[in-house]
């Protein structure tokens, strides 16, 4: 059974830093999309950075850009989101989602193409 296990987070200062960390589990695929997600009160969900995991390829939310790294960490099934720069608008639940498996790197971009999801971890920042 695949399994999903956020950690980090919590809360910051406008111009602080985080680091969420997603560990995957219960699963032998080498091409998935892995990722965050977040969500704030009142909108919709949006993707934050997802990476297409044996390849490489990232992808970013346009809000997020040039502030955050996603990266991963293939011996251990796990990625990472390093948040630089946080603004008071950063403020939301984070959620990690995976595509296990992931046939081609455009699956990652469609959030409904995701299977797997965390329980979430709300990330604040505080002006």
């Known amino acids: 059974q695949v399994q999903l296990v956020e950690s980090g987070g919590g809360s910051a200062q406008t111009g602080g830093s985080l680091r969420l960390s997603c560990a995957a589990s219960?699963?032998?695929?080498?091409?998935?999309?892995m990722g965050w997600f977040r969500q704030a009160p009142g909108k919709e969900r949006e993707r934050v950075a997802v990476?297409?995991?044996?390849?490489?390829?990232?992808y970013y939310g346009d809000s997020v850009k040039g502030r955050f790294t996603i990266s991963q960490d293939n011996g251990k099934n796990t990625v990472f989101l390093q948040m630089n720069s946080l603004k008071p608008e950063d403020t939301a639940m984070y959620y990690c989602?995976?595509?296990?498996?992931?046939?081609?790197?455009?699956?990652?971009?469609?959030?409904?193409?995701?299977?797997?999801w965390g329980q979430g971890t709300q990330i604040t920042v505080s002006s």
């Open positions: 990476i297409y995991t044996g390849y490489g390829n990232t």
């Open positions: 989602a995976g595509r296990l498996p992931a046939i081609v790197a455009t699956q990652c971009l469609n959030q409904d193409e995701y299977n797997y």
């Open positions: 219960g699963y032998t695929y080498s091409r998935n999309c």
